[in-house]
């Protein structure tokens, strides 16, 4: 199986910070990472699929890279909704694995 | 607009079985793969199975740790898709989402129900 070696585990920033959040794969996965926020006690929200590409509707402050086998997920100018956890996901081969999460907490 | 709404949780005895089921509206369902992802409490995100479309002859995968007890199944014609639970294991507690993609990004699970909670207790 795939393994996703998400970090930091948690995160404390400032309000116009930038944030970056990356997930290491265990073998290569192509562009097959999707990347999700989920705000407690709601549905996980996608906000980029395919290593790169913004979900529709999500605010240009989000961005994701790849860089071999490691992606990143950037927030350029931290926001008070931002605040989350944030999980990374491949969906390259089955079965399917979440990164273990990244709990982001305003300073 | 995609509505998800799942149905059927609730408390169970361990070895027990359970079968929870999402409604889907609000795009074409037999045209769109369907997935259940789970989230213990506390907990992170877990794919648990996944079930293609007929053209793809309703080809279904599953998590190893729920493999050969769980099953997955749909029904075009009423736009719903099941997840049968036996031999459920308290391990199994979990909110349980049902997922599904859009056009623009098929094969990622994209919209989400609100999750329905099976707890597996004695």
């Known amino acids: 199986d795939i393994q996703m070696t998400q970090s930091p585990a948690s995160l404390s920033a400032s309000l116009e910070e930038i944030v970056t959040i990356t997930c290491q794969a265990s073998q290569d996965i192509g562009n097959w990472l999707a990347w999700y926020q989920q705000k407690p006690g709601k549905s996980p929200q996608l906000l980029i699929h395919s290593a790169t590409s913004l979900a529709d509707g999500i605010p240009s402050r989000f961005s994701g890279s790849r860089s071999g086998t490691q992606y990143s997920l950037k927030i350029s100018r931290l926001q008070v909704e931002d605040t989350g956890i944030y999980y990374c996901l491949q969906r390259y081969s089955n079965p399917w694995t979440f990164g273990g999460g990244t709990k982001l907490e305003l300073k | 607009a995609v509505q998800l709404v799942e149905s059927g949780g609730g408390l169970v005895q361990p070895k027990e079985s359970l079968k929870i089921s999402c409604a889907a509206s609000g795009f074409t369902f037999s045209n769109a793969a369907m997935y259940w992802v789970r989230q213990a409490p506390g907990k992170g995100l877990e794919w648990v199975a996944r079930i293609r479309t007929k053209p793809n002859n309703y080809a279904t995968y599953y998590a190893d740790s729920v493999k050969g007890r769980f099953t997955i199944s749909r029904d075009d014609s009423k736009s719903m898709v099941y997840l049968q639970m036996d031999n459920l294991k308290t391990e199994d507690t979990a909110m349980y989402y049902c997922?599904?993609?859009?056009?623009?990004?098929?094969?990622?699970?994209?919209?989400w129900g609100q999750g329905v909670m099976v707890t597996v207790s004695s």
């Open positions: 997922t599904t993609h859009n056009i623009h990004t098929t094969g990622i699970p994209h919209y």
